[in-house]
C-alpha cells in the first residue's frame, strides 16, 4: 500500500502543476513551485493516509460483495466522507497557503458546495466501478489515475481568489 500513497502525493503534485500551466496559463518563469511542494506535502501527511484508511474502514463497514455492498460504500463514501473531506480539504490548503485561519473558512464557505456537486458528477460513477469491480489492494491506485483530472480542478479552485484578498 506504500506504493499507492507514494501515488497519492506525486499526482497531488501533478494536478497542481496541470492547473497551473493548463487551467491558469501561468507561464513556466511563473510557476510556483512551493504551491506544487504543498500540494506534495498534503498528498503525503493527509491524502494517502486518509483514503488507505477509509478504503479500509468501508470494508469493515459493508460486508461481502456484489451491486449492493457497492452501492452502500459509494454512499458513504460519497454522502458520508466525501462532503467533509472536502470541506477539510478546502479549508486546509487555504490555511497552509495563506496562514489565515479566517481566509480558510470564508474560502471552504465560498467554494465548499460547487466542490462537492463536483464530486457528485464524478465519483459515483467512479466509486461504482471502483467497489465493484476493484480489488482492495489496487483501489486507491484506481482512484488515483482518475484524480490527476480531479486533482487539476481541486488545485484551481483552491488556489482562485486566495490571495486576491
Given amino acids: 500500500m506504500l506504493e499507492q500513497e507514494v501515488g497519492s502525493r506525486v499526482l497531488m503534485c501533478l494536478g497542481d502543476g496541470l492547473a497551473q500551466v493548463f487551467v491558469e496559463k501561468k507561464p513556466l518563469d511563473k510557476f510556483d513551485v512551493k504551491r506544487s511542494g504543498r500540494f506534495f506535502l498534503y498528498g503525503t501527511v493527509i491524502l494517502g ?18 451491486k449492493s455492498a ?8 460519497q454522502f458520508g466522507f466525501a462532503p467533509g473531506f472536502l470541506a477539510f480539504f478546502l ?18 464557505k465560498k467554494d465548499w458546495k460547487e466542490v462537492v456537486v463536483a464530486n457528485w458528477k ?14 482492495l489492494n489496487w483501489r486507491l491506485i484506481y482512484v488515483n489515475v482518475i484524480a490527476v483530472f480531479w486533482n487539476t480542478y481541486l488545485a484551481y479552485i483552491s488556489e482562485r481568489d486566495v490571495h486576491k484578498r
Fill in 49 to 66: 493516509p486518509t483514503l488507505r484508511s477509509w478504503y479500509t474502514i468501508l470494508d469493515k463497514i459493508v460486508k461481502g460483495t456484489g
Fill in 70 to 77: 457497492a452501492l452502500q460504500k459509494v454512499a458513504l463514501d
Fill in 91 to 108: 479549508s486546509s490548503m487555504t490555511l497552509f497557503s495563506t496562514g489565515s485561519v479566517t481566509a480558510s473558512i470564508e474560502k471552504c
Fill in 122 to 135: 464524478i465519483w459515483p460513477a467512479a466509486q461504482t466501478i471502483n467497489f465493484y469491480f476493484v480489488p
